[in-house]
């Protein structure tokens, strides 16, 4: 039920059975307020996605709000993914990483990371990071990270994140055309093609990969690049996400190679939804094989084609894809025994 998109097969099964702490990187771009660049939430309630994600993925309640989000067309968040496996197969902690939150989560039971950072601005008029700084951050928590399980998955909630990091790999002069899923299964390419080029007018030649982040790109893309450097390998880490996850990674690619290296990857992964390994408008594995490094990546061969509710087989014609770390989420359920059967089972307790 996990199958691979690139590296090496086996990696994967040496995590079966074993715990992991699932870290959830949270952050709000103004970006997420174009009009129609995003369907991760409530419309004019945006900002409020990463929120009531984190909220709901700890306690299974919202608190932030009465209901939790969706998109316009009914498709509900893909925390419930998420959150339904760890009640089968519980995670063994949950933390959170507040990255930039307009509105911080109402939570009990997960630890809650903050690094007074705030959102980050739209990209189409400069996102007015200091990416050094972020970054920073992000290698001094991984530094002093301990992780108190067998491994980590990182997942992310960031509305309007792939936008983001369809500037970010621009910005750093990859060719990434068609590469990169989104929310919508009709995706709004004009208004994501008009917001990267404003982006990338805020640039000029003289920049480095700092200044460019600094300008186009979104806090949990810089602050992560940063933990996996301060992790340095010595924890296996699985980037939980899609194409966001994919550019993460370039950028950490990038990085190496203006400090003069190249990271080690043999104790990193990615695994998303096979919504987004198939996804015939992006293509991750094309965005993976432009690293300088070897990388071992998955997805999680799991749909709702044995579920009847309307509302998750929209996951099944391309609404939503990816998000809250649901591939990972899926990953680790299958790692640790469950069926397609008991996670759809248990995700349609939510909608009922």
Same mark, same amino acid.
């Given at each position: &039920?996990?199958?691979?998109?690139? #590296?090496?097969?086996?990696?994967? =099964?040496?995590?079966? #059975? ?12 103004? !970006?997420a ?6 369907q ?10 990463? *929120? ?18 969706? *998109?316009?067309k #009914? ?6 993914? !998420?959150?339904?496996v760890?009640?089968l ?6 933390e ?11 939570? =009990? ?5 903050q690094f ?8 189409a008029?400069?996102?007015n ?10 290698? /001094? ?14 997942g992310?909630s ?7 990091? &369809?500037? *970010? ?23 994501? !093609?008009?917001?990267? /080029? ?14 460019t982040?600094? /300008?186009?790109?979104?806090? &949990? ?6 933990f996996?450097? #301060?992790?340095?390998?010595?924890t ?6 899609? $194409?966001?996850?994919a ?8 990085i ?17 939804? @096979?919504?987004?390994? @198939?996804? /015939?408008?992006?293509?991750?594995? +094309?965005?993976?094989? &432009?690293l ?9 061969d ?14 099944d014609?391309?609404?939503?894809? =990816? ?16 069926? +397609?059967?008991?996670? $759809? ?7 009922k």
């Amino acid at each position: &039920m996990i199958k691979p998109i690139i #590296g090496n097969p086996e990696f994967i =099964e040496s995590l079966r #059975g074993k715990k992991a702490t699932f870290l959830l990187a949270l952050s709000n771009t103004k !970006t997420a307020n174009i009009k129609g660049i995003t369907q991760a939430g409530i419309p004019n309630m945006i900002y409020l996605t990463p *929120t009531l994600d984190s909220e709901f993925l700890c306690t299974g309640e919202v608190y932030s709000l009465e209901n939790i989000a969706k *998109t316009p067309k #009914g498709v509900p968040t893909p925390a419930l993914i !998420t959150r339904g496996v760890h009640l089968l197969a519980p995670y063994g902690h949950i933390e959170l990483l507040d990255l930039g939150l307009d509105v911080t989560p109402k939570i =009990e039971g997960c630890i809650l990371h903050q690094f007074n950072i705030k959102p980050s601005q739209n990209i189409a008029k400069g996102a007015n990071i200091d990416a050094k700084e972020i970054f920073t951050k992000g290698v /001094k928590f991984g530094k002093s990270y301990e992780c108190q399980d067998d491994y980590i998955i990182l997942g992310e909630s960031v509305p309007s994140g792939t936008t983001t990091a &369809m500037a *970010t790999a621009s910005g750093l002069r990859y060719k990434i055309d068609n590469c990169f899923s989104s929310s919508f299964k009709d995706v709004p390419n004009n208004i994501k !093609t008009t917001t990267v /080029k404003l982006a990338l007018s805020h640039l000029n030649s003289k920049y480095d990969v700092f200044d460019t982040l600094s /300008k186009v790109s979104d806090n &949990m893309l810089i602050f992560t690049a940063g933990f996996i450097f #301060g992790i340095n390998n010595r924890t296996k880490v699985i980037l939980a996400g899609g $194409t966001q996850m994919a550019c993460l990674l370039l950028v950490i690619d990038k990085i190496s190679q203006l400090i003069g290296g190249r990271l080690e990857s043999s104790n990193l992964a990615l695994c998303t939804t @096979k919504w987004v390994a @198939k996804d /015939k408008n992006s293509d991750i594995e +094309q965005l993976l094989k &432009m690293l300088r490094f070897p990388i071992n990546a998955y997805y999680s061969d799991f749909d709702f084609s044995k579920s009847d509710h309307p509302a998750l087989k929209l996951y099944d014609q391309g609404e939503a894809k =990816e998000g809250v770390g649901a591939g990972g989420a899926l990953m680790y359920g299958f790692l640790n025994g469950l069926t +397609q059967e008991q996670i $759809t089972k248990e995700i349609e307790k939510f909608l009922k």
